[in-house]
């Protein structure tokens, strides 16, 4: 049964796709984590919902709807640039609007409900290879983005005041990583479905952080988890009938159990040898 | 040939002014202590000098070339902030960021790049906990690193906003007397916003106060006068002389009772 389910055509595209989701999500998720934009990224796909809601009601492809909606919030919270409580208070105002207005579609729209599960929760094994094609295109915009702004994206997360002092322009970065971000969270709404775009975009960098102390490091590590989650989630499906989607989150997260466990018990070795002097906080501080 | 020129510089935010007519000069080598009660624009003026900020009024050449231009190099050393512990990000990579942060790409870290990143590491001290990761390391280690991140470019100036700012006083010693130095060794004009004069005036060249009512500019001696701080308040103002260190006493803000404590605690 698996090996016959293995030599299916569309398993294949799934598991291609699969991997080009969670390539784009680790890369990006090690920003996201660092900037703190977790709650961002649900708003996004959340209205990427609300976008794709609005396109069955059209008649148009979801997934025009789904890149709509998420450009259109990444590109309003990008604009905005807040900080901080100010960001997540008006994060929380947009997100509930924008889902308001995915009722009202959800509930003009005639169609099969299954379109609206599947947006939801993610069909990966429903993917053409037409929208293979397109997931690759976006992926390749979102890595090439990623590299150009590696540099300056890197310096104005972790160190935005003095990014600013050597002239990166902060606010285009912000409008940069969010349009990238966007592009990221349409894609893996595709894979995991809206309300489990994070266990792609947040859990795999999350984890990433505690394993390692170089910031490429931690991109690397981050795709590799991403992806042993999707491929693994979609084999393990094949294997029993259960949502691929269960099982991906359900790798992501033990990754990420793991990874926490593993970043205690190392922690304290990560010191260098002879640092030890009175500078040094204690393993517990 | 002076490094830093400010002439007749403005700031105003609406109908408040916050200095007006103010020219100074740097000099190659030289310190200037910025100092004075909160909202007389210290900051404003370091934003100034950065090129994020434009003046009302009045003119700032770096070297001959406005700062908005971005002609040379400034190091910039901000107040100690604290970094996530979980931030995957060495010491040596907080340095490096100092050197290319602001190139596009990801860049490939030249040998003679390495070696700038581990000598500015080494001129502070900070070789020894480079590889660390720097949410684990104490506020005076961060600060080390950040004035690395500031020399490693080797800039013509370097610009400091409170660096001293919720450091223990050994780490405050440590911080100024790296920047001092920088600035000896290789001539490095830096700017020192401080609320407190006092861990910077064994070394300071001259000081500029900015007060509500005008700002001064001079040798230690000079400004930190009880005449010249009245003339600046508007109100009587003291300034006193204990075991070397400067006590003023009697401004709005009375800045003076955080002065008496640092003095009680040492």
């Keep these: 049964m698996f090996t016959q389910l293995l030599a299916q055509h569309f398993v294949h ?57 998420s450009l259109l919030v990444g590109l309003v919270l990008g604009l905005l640039s807040l900080r901080g409580r100010e960001r997540d208070s008006a994060i929380g105002a947009v997100l509930a609007f924008g889902l308001g207005i995915g009722v009202l579609f959800l509930s003009l729209y005639q169609g099969y409900a299954t379109e609206a599960t599947n947006l939801l929760f993610g069909s990966i094994v429903g993917v053409s290879d037409s929208q293979l094609l397109t997931l690759a295109i976006v992926a390749a915009i979102v890595l090439v983005g990623v590299a150009v702004l590696y540099r300056p994206l890197l310096f104005s997360s972790v160190d935005p005041e003095i990014a600013a002092a050597r002239g990166v322009p902060l606010r285009a970065l912000s409008v940069g990583i969010f349009l990238l971000l966007a592009l990221t969270t349409a894609e893996a709404i595709q894979v995991v479905g809206v309300l489990l775009v994070l266990t792609l975009v947040i859990t795999p960098a999350a984890a990433a952080q505690h394993l ?32 691929t989607s269960f099982f991906i989150t359900t790798i992501s997260f033990t990754a990420y159990l793991g990874a926490r466990a593993y970043g205690l018990g190392l922690r304290p070795r990560l010191r260098p040898a002879g640092a030890t002097g009175p500078g040094w906080r204690g393993a517990g501080a | 040939m002076s490094v830093v020129a400010v002439e007749d510089l403005a700031l ?50 770096i ?55 581990d000598a500015a590491l080494a001129e502070v001290g900070a070789t020894s906990y480079a590889d660390a990761q720097v949410g684990l390391l104490s506020g005076g280690e961060q ?43 290789a001539g490095t004009p830096v700017v020192f916003v401080t609320h407190d004069v006092n861990p910077v005036l064994h ?34 103002v003291d300034v006193l002389r204990v075991r070397g260190r400067v006590v003023v006493v009697g401004t709005p803000d009375d800045q003076h009772v955080h002065h008496v404590e640092n003095g009680h605690a040492h």
């Excluded at chain 1, 890369?27 to 984590?33: L, Q, S």
């Excluded at chain 1, 981050?222 to 084999?235: C, F, K, N, P, R």
């Excluded at chain 2, 000081?207 to 308040?233: K, N, R």
């Design chain 1, 13 to 69: 595209t799934a598991l291609w796709a699969g991997a080009v989701v969670a390539v784009v999500s680790g890369v990006i998720g090690v920003f996201v984590v660092t900037r703190g934009m977790s709650f961002a990224v649900h708003a996004i796909s959340e209205l990427g919902f609300t976008g794709a809601a609005g396109a069955l009601v059209v008649g148009l492809d979801p997934v025009i709807g789904v890149l709509g909606g």
């Design chain 2, 12 to 61: 105003r935010f609406g109908t408040r002014t916050l200095f007006e007519g103010l020219s100074f000069e740097l000099e190659p080598g030289e310190l200037l202590a910025v100092l004075g009660p909160n909202g007389t624009g210290k900051t404003s003026l370091i934003r100034i000098l950065l090129g994020l900020l434009s003046p009302s009024a009045g003119s700032v050449a």
């Design chain 2, 143 to 185: 600060q080390r690193l950040r004035v690395a991140q500031a020399v490693v470019a080797d800039p013509v100036l370097i610009l400091a906003d409170e660096p001293l700012l919720s450091l223990d006083l050994a780490s405050q010693r440590d911080v100024v007397e790296l920047l001092d130095g920088r600035r000896r060794a």
């Design chain 1, 212 to 243: 390692t102390r170089r910031p490429g490091f931690a991109v690397l590590l981050s795709v590799a988890i991403a992806l042993v989650s999707t491929e693994g989630g979609i084999l393990l499906s094949l294997l029993k009938p259960w949502p």
């Design chain 2, 63 to 117: 070297e001959g070339c406005p700062p908005r231009e971005r002609c040379h190099r400034i190091g910039y050393v901000p107040q100690q902030r604290v970094f996530d512990r979980d931030l995957p990000l060495r010491g040596r990579d907080l340095v490096r960021l100092g050197l290319d942060g602001h190139r596009w790409g990801f860049g490939r870290l030249g040998s003679d790049d390495a070696v700038r990143v």
């Design chain 2, 203 to 236: 070394t300071v060249d001259r000081v500029l106060y900015l007060a509500p009512d005008g700002w001064a500019v001079g040798t230690p001696d000079e400004v930190m006068t009880s005449e010249t701080l009245s003339d600046l308040y508007g109100t009587e």
